[in-house]
C-alpha cells in the first residue's frame, strides 16, 4: 500500500506512521510542522505545507501521482476546542478548507480511500451511559462542528464518485506507543498533570459535584497505539466495504478524574493532594463510548488499561529532550 498521511508527524499521526511503516507500507506525510515533529517519521517522505492552504491543492495532487498513493488518512487539524471558539473562522478554514483540498486532491488524481480523524466532540453533552455512533450529534463548539461536517464531506464524496471512508470518533486518547513519539502538548489532562506535578503545583480537578460515583466527570481514555491500530483495521476494512462509514474509538470503559489522578499517583509516585475547584464550563459528566460497532465491522478492540496509559505517557513525558 501506498498511504499518504496529513498531519502524519503529529502525536497521533506519528503513531500510524510508525504502524505503517513497520508493516512495509510507503508512507508520505503532509505536515506543516507547526505542532508535528521531523524526528517523529522516520524515513517516510516529508511535503511540508499546510494541508488548508489555497497552493497546497497542487502540491497534495503531485504527492499522490509520485507516489502512486492508494489511500490517504487525514489527521492535518486544529484541536483546542477553547481556541476554536475562540477563533471559529480560523477552524472552519483549517479543519474544512483542509479536508476540501484533500478531497479535492483525491477525486482529481483517483484516490479512494480515506480515513478521517473525527472527535467524540460531535456529541456534545449526550446525556446517556454508552454513545452510540447512530444516537444523533449535537456539538457544542466549533471544533466540534468542524468534525461533523468533515463526516459529512466524506459521505457526499462517497456519493458523488465514490469515496470509501472510514469517520473515527475518538474519544480521550492518551499515553504513549514509543517515548519518542510522546504527546508534547500540555493541553489534556494527564500531561496538564505530570505539567502541575513537575513544577510543584498541585494537579486541579474540575468539579467534584457531578451526579458521577466519586462526583468527578468521566471519560473513556483510550492509548494511543490502540487507536493507532484502529486506522490499520479502518483502512483495510475499506477495501472489504463496510456497512458503516463512522466508528467509536474508545475503549467502552470510563474513568473518573480522580482515577486518573491515582494511576498518576501510582505511576508517578507523587503524593501530593489535588486541589477541588469549580466545574468548568462545557464539560459533560459523562462520556463513554458504545465500541460495538467498530468491534463487529472493523474487529477492533482496545487492548491497553488505564494504568498502561499512564505509565507509557509518563516515561515519554521524562523522556523529552
Ligand atoms: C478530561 C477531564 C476535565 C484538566 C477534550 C476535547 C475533546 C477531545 C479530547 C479532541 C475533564 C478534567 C482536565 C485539569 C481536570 N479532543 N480536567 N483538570 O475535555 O474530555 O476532551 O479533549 O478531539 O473534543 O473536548 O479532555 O483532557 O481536557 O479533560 O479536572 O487540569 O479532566 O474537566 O473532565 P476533554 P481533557
Redesign the pocket.
Same mark, same amino acid.
Given at each position: 500500500m501506498s498511504v499518504l498521511v496529513t498531519g502524519g508527524a503529529g502525536y497521533i499521526g506519528s503513531h500510524v506512521v510508525r504502524l505503517l511503516q513497520q508493516r512495509g507500507d510507503d508512507v508520505v506525510v503532509v505536515d506543516d510542522l507547526t505542532n508535528g515533529v521531523r524526528e517523529r517519521i522516520g524515513d517516510a517522505v516529508l511535503v511540508p505545507a499546510d494541508v488548508a492552504a489555497d497552493e497546497t491543492l497542487p502540491v497534495l495532487e503531485s504527492a499522490l501521482r509520485e507516489h502512486a498513493v492508494d489511500s490517504i488518512i487525514h489527521f492535518a487539524a486544529k484541536?483546542q $476546542?477553547g481556541e476554536s471558539v475562540q477563533r471559529p473562522a480560523f477552524y472552519w478554514k483549517q479543519n474544512v478548507g483542509g479536508l476540501a483540498n484533500v478531497l479535492t486532491a483525491a477525486e482529481n488524481c483517483g484516490v479512494g480511500r480515506l480515513v478521517f480523524s473525527s472527535?467524540?466532540?460531535t456529541y456534545g453533552a449526550p446525556d446517556v451511559d454508552l454513545v452510540r455512533e447512530d444516537g444523533g450529534n449535537s456539538p457544542i463548539n466549533p471544533?466540534?462542528e468542524t468534525?461533523l461536517v468533515g463526516e459529512w464531506m466524506a459521505r457526499a464524496a462517497g456519493r458523488a464518485w465514490g469515496l470509501r471512508s472510514a469517520n473515527l470518533r475518538?474519544?480521550?486518547?492518551a499515553g504513549a506507543g514509543w517515548d519518542d513519539l510522546s504527546d508534547t502538548a500540555v493541553?489534556?489532562? $494527564?500531561p496538564?498533570?505530570f505539567s502541575?506535578l513537575d513544577a510543584g503545583r498541585a494537579?486541579?480537578?474540575?468539579?467534584a459535584d457531578y451526579p458521577t460515583p466519586d462526583g468527578?466527570?468521566i471519560?473513556d481514555y483510550v492509548h494511543v497505539l490502540d487507536l493507532a491500530e484502529a486506522h490499520l483495521a479502518a483502512l483495510d476494512g475499506l477495501d472489504r466495504g463496510l456497512e458503516h462509514d463512522v466508528f467509536n474509538v474508545g475503549t467502552g470503559t470510563g474513568s473518573s478524574?480522580l482515577e486518573?489522578l491515582a494511576e498518576i499517583r501510582t505511576a508517578t509516585g507523587s503524593t501530593v493532594e489535588p486541589e477541588l475547584r469549580e466545574r468548568?464550563p462545557g464539560?459533560p459528566p459523562k462520556?463513554v463510548a458504545d465500541v460495538s460497532r467498530i468491534e463487529q465491522e472493523l474487529g477492533w478492540t482496545a487492548k491497553k488499561s488505564l494504568s498502561d496509559i499512564v505509565s507509557s505517557a509518563w516515561r515519554g513525558w521524562r523522556s523529552r529532550g
Amino acid at each position: 500500500m501506498s498511504v499518504l498521511v496529513t498531519g502524519g508527524a503529529g502525536y497521533i499521526g506519528s503513531h500510524v506512521v510508525r504502524l505503517l511503516q513497520q508493516r512495509g507500507d510507503d508512507v508520505v506525510v503532509v505536515d506543516d510542522l507547526t505542532n508535528g515533529v521531523r524526528e517523529r517519521i522516520g524515513d517516510a517522505v516529508l511535503v511540508p505545507a499546510d494541508v488548508a492552504a489555497d497552493e497546497t491543492l497542487p502540491v497534495l495532487e503531485s504527492a499522490l501521482r509520485e507516489h502512486a498513493v492508494d489511500s490517504i488518512i487525514h489527521f492535518a487539524a486544529k484541536k483546542q $476546542v477553547g481556541e476554536s471558539v475562540q477563533r471559529p473562522a480560523f477552524y472552519w478554514k483549517q479543519n474544512v478548507g483542509g479536508l476540501a483540498n484533500v478531497l479535492t486532491a483525491a477525486e482529481n488524481c483517483g484516490v479512494g480511500r480515506l480515513v478521517f480523524s473525527s472527535s467524540a466532540a460531535t456529541y456534545g453533552a449526550p446525556d446517556v451511559d454508552l454513545v452510540r455512533e447512530d444516537g444523533g450529534n449535537s456539538p457544542i463548539n466549533p471544533y466540534g462542528e468542524t468534525k461533523l461536517v468533515g463526516e459529512w464531506m466524506a459521505r457526499a464524496a462517497g456519493r458523488a464518485w465514490g469515496l470509501r471512508s472510514a469517520n473515527l470518533r475518538y474519544f480521550n486518547v492518551a499515553g504513549a506507543g514509543w517515548d519518542d513519539l510522546s504527546d508534547t502538548a500540555v493541553l489534556n489532562l $494527564v500531561p496538564i498533570v505530570f505539567s502541575a506535578l513537575d513544577a510543584g503545583r498541585a494537579p486541579v480537578v474540575f468539579g467534584a459535584d457531578y451526579p458521577t460515583p466519586d462526583g468527578t466527570c468521566i471519560r473513556d481514555y483510550v492509548h494511543v497505539l490502540d487507536l493507532a491500530e484502529a486506522h490499520l483495521a479502518a483502512l483495510d476494512g475499506l477495501d472489504r466495504g463496510l456497512e458503516h462509514d463512522v466508528f467509536n474509538v474508545g475503549t467502552g470503559t470510563g474513568s473518573s478524574v480522580l482515577e486518573v489522578l491515582a494511576e498518576i499517583r501510582t505511576a508517578t509516585g507523587s503524593t501530593v493532594e489535588p486541589e477541588l475547584r469549580e466545574r468548568r464550563p462545557g464539560d459533560p459528566p459523562k462520556l463513554v463510548a458504545d465500541v460495538s460497532r467498530i468491534e463487529q465491522e472493523l474487529g477492533w478492540t482496545a487492548k491497553k488499561s488505564l494504568s498502561d496509559i499512564v505509565s507509557s505517557a509518563w516515561r515519554g513525558w521524562r523522556s523529552r529532550g
